[in-house]
């Protein structure tokens, strides 16, 4: 409940935050700044992505993996730190988006400073269940960088206002996590505790690499395309969509594999955990994601006015793809828990080439090859995983769609409600909104009484259980 008010929270705070930073900056800066963190994040998996996973995963876990981990990501930041400055002063005669985006990625990368130790006090927060600390860091972390970038862009700040918020807020929340972690940690240098975790670590670092690397190929494929306006038009489709799935992504990794770990020995009780968790989380996040790409048109006009009416496509495209390619995380977060990292890795190498090459061959439709290419790609990736995920733990496909489709399919009925108020009614966008949300939340609410009312029942059972 802690991670679902954390979740609510952030979505509400990037609504306030896109309402006030859109009326003062312009669609390139959005751009910009969005560019310079998806590089920044290839540079920082190298920090978060080496001992997290591996940190959780574990059976068997000592203080000295903690604080070798540490004393290891803290020499990588050194490392990729002075590599990136010396770049920059390398490549001074650079010109045009080039010239723009290396010193900002270069003053950007200290963040890698923030994100390894943070990845290392939440795996000691996983394995702890202590999901509240995890929630709270996020959520004021967020909350403290969207006052600050506020303030900046009322200030005249540029692209600073923006890269000033996940700056703020991953330093926030690395103060906090550390405030409320049940461990004192300390880097220390024990080769010896680190080599154990990299097996598991490497391969993972590998797969969360190619991930990142695909995200940042794509963005740049979309700026040489549409440009850094287009750039931003994703940018603001994603403020709408990546928090309610970057939030219940982690949120439903982080709990599943506390769970999923415990059985990993056992398949056919893993199996069971995984199809449970999937069927009764679809239930609940298929109608979010369904009603963000049917209200996206109204929510855009309502938090970022008439001007960025492009990005309206594009943000409806990927809400789509998020909930059709959702079932396959809890598989991802199975197949992790049994220690197979390697599938991340040839799941981001599919990611890579679909992504970048249908946006490609999608190109002449313009911006709305953005949101399509990724509505194509991503459900390919829940196939794979799903035939993994069989040979496994002997999970079958027909399951994985069902306990997904149908709630899909259930989340689609909103359509009739949503889409009739938006071309009947003469509204002001904010009411219509509301309407739009109350006749969507209906006409699920009475689809799933008809036709799922056993699995609800169920789900609402084992909630008031835990």
């Keep these: 409940m802690s991670s679902g008010a954390d979740a609510a929270g952030r979505f509400s705070l990037q609504i306030v935050g896109t309402v006030v930073l859109t009326r003062l900056l312009a669609p390139e800066l959005f751009g910009l700044s969005a560019l310079t963190m998806v590089y920044v994040g290839v540079l920082s998996a190298s920090t978060t992505a080496l001992f997290e996973e591996a940190l ?70 996983r394995r702890h269940r202590r999901f509240g600390d995890i929630a709270a860091g996020n959520f004021f972390g967020v909350a403290l960088g969207t006052i600050t970038g506020i303030v900046a862009a009322w200030r005249g700040a ?24 049940p461990v004192r940690l300390r880097p220390t ?50 403020r709408i969509v990546e928090p309610i799935r970057g939030a219940t992504g982690a949120i439903g990794h982080n709990i599943a594999m506390s769970f999923f770990s415990r059985v990993q020995a056992q398949p056919e009780r893993l199996r069971v ?54 079932a396959g995380n809890f598989v991802h977060s199975g197949l992790a828990a049994t220690g197979r990292a390697g599938v991340g890795v040839a799941s981001g190498v599919l990611e890579l080439v679909a992504t970048s090459g249908l946006l490609l ?34 999970l079958q496909l027909s399951t994985m769609l069902a306990a997904n489709g149908v709630p899909l399919l259930l989340a689609l009925t909103m359509a009739a409600p949503v889409l009739l108020l938006a071309s009947w009614s003469s509204l002001a966008p904010g009411a219509l909104l509301a309407a739009q949300i109350v006749g969507g939340a209906v006409t699920y609410g009475l689809a799933v009484w008809l036709f799922q009312r056993d699995k609800a029942r169920a789900l609402l059972a084992s909630l008031r259980r835990r």
């Excluded at 290419?373 to 995983?385: E, G, I, M, S």
């Design 189 to 238: 240098a024990d080769l010896a505790a680190v080599r154990e975790l990299l097996p598991f670590g490497g391969l993972h670092l590998l797969g969360r690499s190619l991930e990142t690397l695909s995200d940042a190929l794509f963005q740049t494929v979309v700026t040489r395309l549409f440009g850094l306006d287009g750039n931003g038009y994703l940018n603001m489709a994603n």
């Design 56 to 125: 959780s995963q574990r059976r068997i876990v000592r203080k000295a993996h903690f604080g070798g981990a540490l004393a290891a990501v803290l020499v990588i930041a050194i490392g990729l730190c002075a590599a990136l400055n010396a770049a920059v002063m390398m490549l001074r005669g650079v010109t045009g988006v080039a010239s723009d985006l290396l010193p900002l990625v270069a003053m950007c990368s200290l963040l890698l400073f923030v994100d390894g130790p943070l990845s290392i006090v939440t795996a000691v927060a």
């Design 273 to 326: 955990a995984v199809e449970q968790t999937v069927g009764q989380t679809a239930l609940l996040l298929q109608p979010v994601f369904v009603g963000l790409a049917l209200t996206a048109p109204t929510i855009i006009l309502v938090i970022a006015g008439p001007a960025w009416a492009p990005a309206a496509p594009i943000a409806m495209l990927l809400a789509l793809a998020t909930g059709i390619g959702g």
């Design 361 to 394: 061959l999608l190109a002449p439709l313009g911006p709305l090859a953005i949101g399509l290419a990724r509505l194509l790609a991503w459900p390919l990736d829940v196939v794979y995983v799903s035939l993994i995920g069989r040979r496994a733990f002997g």
């Design 158 to 181: 540029g692209v600073w206002a923006l890269l000033a918020v996940p700056m703020t807020a991953r330093t926030t929340n690395l103060l906090i996590m550390l405030w409320r972690c």
